[in-house]
């Protein structure tokens, strides 16, 4: 891949931004068991850095999303990968790679509240404003962006670019 890119995020804003996310997240649920929901894939190395920050009694938890249709914010979303625990009267943080239309969390959220947790809060690396269509509150908020299409520390194009430690924007 040969895309025109530049930095927006260095690996050590993230870095320093993930721990911070990792000590308020610690404050919140003060002691209590937390079961960390990992959006996968983009949000694999957001999750993995940041439940190492979190300091209280984890369980962690992999789901997938998909889309029927084309493109990634339309069509009726469907599970490819459910939990694989209950969520029934425990505390859930869901963690997300990047909020853009809120399509994808709204969904997800709607889904998960039915299952009756004690709690329901989500974390995403970069809450993306300019596109959303359903409101819906970070509660967990990286970065803020306004615009413009971004890969890396997880986040893909067509698949690449996942692995980077930093996030660019890709220059169109
Ligand atoms: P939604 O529009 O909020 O439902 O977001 C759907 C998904 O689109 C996100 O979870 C990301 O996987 C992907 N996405 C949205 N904006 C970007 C971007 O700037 N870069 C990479 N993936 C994105
Ligand atoms: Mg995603």
């Not at 930095?7 to 079961?35: D, F, K, M, N």
Request: aromatic share 10%; charged share 30%.
């Amino acid at each position: 891949m040969t895309d025109k890119m530049r930095t927006v995020i260095s690996p050590e804003q993230i870095e320093a931004r993930v721990r911070e996310l990792g000590a308020e997240i610690t404050g919140v649920y003060q002691g209590q068991p937390l079961t960390v929901v990992c959006v996968l894939k983009g949000a694999f190395l957001f999750f993995a850095d940041l439940v190492r920050r979190i300091d209280l009694d984890l369980e962690l938890e992999f789901i997938r999303l998909a889309s029927y249709g084309s493109g990634t914010s339309s069509g009726e979303l469907v599970f490819s990968k459910d939990l694989e625990t209950t969520i029934q009267g425990k505390n859930v943080l869901v963690v997300e790679d990047i909020v853009d239309s809120g399509r994808s969390m709204d969904f997800l959220l709607r889904t998960f509240a039915e299952r009756k947790p004690r709690s329901l809060r989500l974390a995403a690396l970069v809450d993306k404003h300019e596109r959303r269509e359903v409101p819906l509150d970070v509660d967990f908020a990286g970065f803020r962006l306004d615009k413009g299409f971004i890969v890396g520390y997880g986040m893909d194009y067509a698949e690449h670019y996942r692995q980077l430690g930093g996030i660019f924007e890709i220059e169109s």
